[in-house]
């Protein structure tokens, strides 16, 4: 029987940016625990360079030369001999009188390596990272993926956090029509590590189509197994009050992600909290996998964001506007079933929290949605399967599947419970 859904990583990290792995090591990794394809997103490079050599330095020789990332104590000459171990008879070293030096291998040279038709991809892409210098307080973050990019983009601050965003992705769409391949553009941990950016951004520029609803290092920063302080906006909120308005003016919705955000790849740190594993996406392609049909599936929305229950079906008819759910059961876990929607005449005026942060000096004016904006509309406890019909006063619908079964990675923003999200659907 063909496969029509395939499982993939869109945000991971190698030694060409704060990973700790080589990037034949990030797609190792990925397809050892399942995934059907995982696009490589360094932090402002894509390594097309066939000579970016790096030291190999053992501890005694620290701190890292050159400007190169620390990657949380483990040495190069560590990285190389699990690389070795890893990939036997692809590492390429060469020496000098002081120092070996190993070769990072360039995105294409992995995708080589290790695409197969119609089962396993590598996808090349960059995270395109900006800090802006905040007057009341720290740094604000924006970071943005871009998939399936020939080259680095390689952009700078503009003058705004708005401006910058806008330019970063219609630099990407250009990049994608001049190859006539198709990208995505993905708004990554909205909040950043505090509140780094509003809700606004995504309403003012409703070209973005897609966010990332969870990523579990930077939504992760709780740790594993612990929850740090409510805060009063989560990532559904962001993602209900940028919908709202965008379904109101009849504009594309926001489609969610989810990804790990994977940095580590050593055993005892690839089950962990920057590892892979813990959240993903479902992309349901129909015809053959390519990058092609896999990214043109993405655009529609064909896929969910999930970090462990999967659909078994997701079926919405957009003449009725019945959106029917069903979750794979597993044995001993049990589900809730939840719809939520955003109302017409919701209130469009944000309540505005001012928050200052509980350790550091960072102070920001948080927006919380007003009335008929993020509503559950419905609620189904234990069960796999239900259905909710949209009312004429709703604008949009999604469904949540929520087990009784803890999420790996726990924090503030980070779902307690393992979850499963649909796309939001529009009456036709």
């Known amino acids: 029987m063909k496969k029509l859904w395939y499982k993939g990583a869109l945000h991971t990290h190698s030694f060409a940016s704060d990973g700790t792995g080589f990037p034949e090591e990030v797609a190792l990794a990925h397809r050892r625990k399942g995934y059907d394809f995982v696009a ?46 890893n990939c036997p008879g692809e590492v390429d070293l060469k020496h000098n009188a002081s120092y070996e030096y190993v070769r990072v291998k360039t ?7 290790f695409d197969e038709p119609g089962r396993f991809l590598v996808l090349a892409g960059e995270e395109i990272s900006h800090w802006f210098d905040d007057p009341r307080g720290g740094r604000r973050q924006l970071h943005l993926g871009a998939v399936n990019l020939a080259k680095p983009l390689l952009l700078p601050n503009r003058r705004s956090i708005a401006a ?4 970063d992705r219609i630099a990407a769409e250009k990049q994608f029509a001049s190859r006539r391949e198709p990208g995505l553009f993905i708004f990554n941990h909205p909040h950043g590590y505090w509140y780094d950016l509003e809700p606004q951004l995504l309403i003012d520029e409703p070209e973005v189509r897609h966010f990332e609803l969870v990523n579990s290092n930077v939504d992760g920063v709780g740790g594993e197994e612990s929850v740090a302080e409510k805060l ?29 955000d994977a940095h580590r790849y050593a055993p005892g740190e690839i089950d962990r909290r920057v590892g892979a594993g813990m959240a ?30 999967l659909w078994e079906s997701i079926d919405f008819d957009p003449a009725t ?43 920001r004016s948080v927006a919380l949605p007003g009335e ?10 234990g069960v796999a399967a239900a259905e909710y019909r949209l009312r004429s006063d709703d604008l949009y619908v999604r469904a949540v599947a929520v087990s009784d079964r803890p999420a790996r990675c726990r924090s503030n923003r980070h779902p307690v419970w393992e979850s499963a999200w649909t796309q939001p659907f529009l009456r036709g």
Not at 107 to 113: P, Y
Not at 164 to 167: D, E, G, I, P, Q
Not at 372 to 381: K, L, M, R, Y
Request: charged share 25%; proline share 5%; glycine share 8%.
């Open 232 to 260: 009063p906006r989560d990532n559904e909120m962001f993602w209900d009050m940028v919908n709202a308005f965008r379904a109101d003016r009849g504009q594309e919705l926001l489609f969610a992600a989810a990804a790990d």
């Open 321 to 363: 506007g019945r959106l029917a759910v069903r979750v794979k059961a597993e044995k001993g876990v049990k589900y809730r079933i939840r719809f939520v929607v955003s109302r017409r005449g919701f209130d469009r005026d944000f309540t505005v929290r001012e928050m200052v942060h509980p350790h550091r000096p960072l102070f």
């Open 40 to 85: 490589i997103t360094d932090h402002n490079v894509m390594n097309c360079d066939r000579h970016l050599w790096l030291p190999v330095l053992t501890p005694a020789q620290g701190p890292f030369q050159g400007g190169l990332p620390y990657v949380g104590g483990c040495s190069y000459e560590e990285a190389v001999s699990r690389y070795r171990k």
């Open 372 to 381: 008929g904006i993020g509503v559950t509309a419905a609620e189904f406890d």
């Open 107 to 113: 995105l294409a040279e992995v995708a080589r390596g």
């Open 280 to 309: 993903w996406v479902m992309v349901r392609v129909r015809g053959r996998f390519t990058r092609r049909s896999l990214i043109d599936a993405m655009n529609r929305g064909d896929y969910y964001p999930t970090c462990g229950p």
């Open 164 to 167: 910058t965003l806008r330019a």
